[in-house]
């Protein structure tokens, strides 16, 4: 026996069961192909802002007897703005069905990437000083529409998404189902095909590999014999690509069908095909290990930490100017202290902070701060506490050796004894280290007097680079004056 199928059963009227059953499932259906969804997806928020956005002007504007509101201003807006959200979402592959179906993370990307969208086009707005063409009233009841629709669309693409699933009712093609005898994803690989529409009308099996030629050929032969003159629409193929030679000698056969052949590829090989991969010259070049952001995203990081970095030493500058005046006068001694500091891929900065010892090590030994430590000036334990001595550090994000969200850097010394007390520490220079981190707003500031301490913060690091998105930066930087008012670990 090559092929698995169930025996045919009738009902009373003669009808054979299975043709009935697959009728009524026809009416069920929608006429959506699973394939569509994360189109449709990007369509539906491309709708949902435009129409926030109009309404918005008409809801502001309201008051207004003549008619202020500019449609065609409103309609602007809303390509500049669906234009940026969509793409954000895009990067982070939120339009997949998989991820559709995870609501909770949905919303919190879409809240995030509202608000990154908003911020990136406000900085883009006041750089080209066209701010004035935008009504500020119309722009925040957009933002706040705008965020409440998309996360009812959210709501209602779950559930219609995870309905349909359950229910069967996504249209696809009738297909036949060649796998081998002795893979263990077959009923898993069928189910998925069921689950997204495609209706399985015989599933084959293949011999095993390296086995007698005419058995293949006669499953090639019944297969070819089954789909010519039926409703059959496709053929799957659901095999381990090792035995490539052999997959491509039934794909050369089956040829003589006039219908698509497709590979789904399973087993352990098949992980290869989930990695990203780009052409190189003639050959197809595949990522074991991908960069943390592509030039979209690190051009967007670097835009983020340049407007926030610059708005901050602009609205902190009588307060830097305060304290670097009480620190000249507190005691002897330079007002920033200059050390080296470990970087992106290892290359070395000198970072600024605010003097607050009476000492400036910078070298093979250094001794790390505790508390009541009497190397501590009178303003410095204050400072310290507070953590306005990082402060200076926003010049090291505007020169570029370090960004608002990072690993924290540790001095040249510490770093390289690190290095050797915990295995995967290097990988934090994977990116440029931070004024704050996933680590710092968990609690892990301060010194680090033991192992697990350090590896804590590494542990933290690294999920932070493994998991890297810019939404995740702002939740960051929105936790980071909660942790500073707690003041954990800070002295």
């Known amino acids: 026996m090559h092929y698995v199928d169930q025996p045919e059963t009738l009902d009373r009227n003669g009808m054979p069961a299975a043709v009935l059953a697959d009728r009524q499932a026809q009416r069920r259906k929608w006429p959506v192909h699973y394939a569509a969804v994360e189109p449709f997806a990007v369509a539906a928020d491309i709708v949902t802002i435009t129409v926030s956005s109009v309404l918005s002007g008409f809801v502001y504007h309201f008051q207004d007897a003549a008619g202020a509101n500019d449609v065609s201003k409103s309609v602007g807006l809303a390509i500049l703005v669906s234009a940026l959200f969509v793409s954000l979402m895009k990067i982070r592959g939120m339009y997949r069905p998989a991820e559709l179906l995870i609501l ?12 990154t969208a908003f911020l990136v086009l406000a900085g883009a707005l006041f750089a080209l000083k066209i701010g004035s063409e935008f009504s500020r009233g119309t722009s925040i009841v957009f933002a706040s529409l705008g965020l409440a629709a998309l996360v009812v669309n959210r709501r209602i693409t779950e559930y219609l998404l995870a309905k349909g699933l359950a229910e069967k009712r996504f249209s696809g093609r009738n297909v036949v189902l060649i796998t081998d005898q002795t ?10 095909l069921i689950d997204t529409g495609f209706r399985v009308k015989r599933h084959f099996l293949l011999p095993d590999p390296g086995s007698d030629p005419a058995q293949r ?18 053929i799957v193929v659901g095999a381990s690509p090792d035995p490539w030679s052999e997959l491509r000698t039934l794909g050369a ?3 003589v069908l006039p219908f698509p052949v497709s590979f789904v590829p399973v087993g352990a090989a098949a992980e290869l095909f989930k990695r990203p991969r780009h052409d190189l010259g003639s050959a197809v070049c595949v990522e074991l290990h991908r960069g943390l952001m592509s030039p979209l995203e690190h051009a967007t990081k670097r835009l983020m930490d340049l407007m926030l970095a610059g708005a901050a030493l602009t609205l902190l500058s009588p307060l830097l100017l305060l304290v670097a005046v009480a620190i000249k006068l507190d005691s002897a001694g330079p007002v920033l202290f200059r050390q080296q500091r470990c970087g992106f891929n290892g290359r070395s900065f000198q970072i600024f902070k605010f003097r607050t010892m009476s000492v400036l090590e910078d070298g093979p030994s250094i001794v790390q701060a505790r508390i009541g430590d009497s190397r501590f000036t009178r303003l410095g334990a204050w400072l310290r506490r507070t953590s306005i001595d990082e402060l200076p550090q926003l010049l090291n994000v505007l020169n570029g050796s370090m960004s608002l969200v990072g690993p924290r850097p540790h001095a040249l010394a510490h770093d390289n004894e690190f290095d050797k007390l915990v295995r995967n520490y290097a990988f934090r220079r ?35 680079i493994d998991n890297w998105s810019l939404s995740l930066d702002i939740a960051i930087l929105l936790r980071t004056p909660i942790e500073l008012i707690r003041g954990n670990n800070a002295y």
């Open 104 to 115: 909770s993370r949905q919303i919190r990307a879409t809240c995030l990437t509202w608000i």
């Open 183 to 192: 893979s263990k994803d077959n009923a898993v690989l069928t189910q998925a």
């Open 217 to 234: 050929q006669h499953v090639v032969a019944s297969v070819i014999d089954y789909v010519r003159g039926s409703d059959i629409e496709e």
């Open 253 to 255: 056969e089956l040829r």
């Open 430 to 464: 994977r990116v440029k280290p931070g004024l704050t981190g996933w680590a710092q707003v968990h609690g892990c500031r301060g010194p680090t007097p033991t192992r697990a301490s350090i590896e804590q913060r590494v542990e933290f690091d690294l999920w932070y």
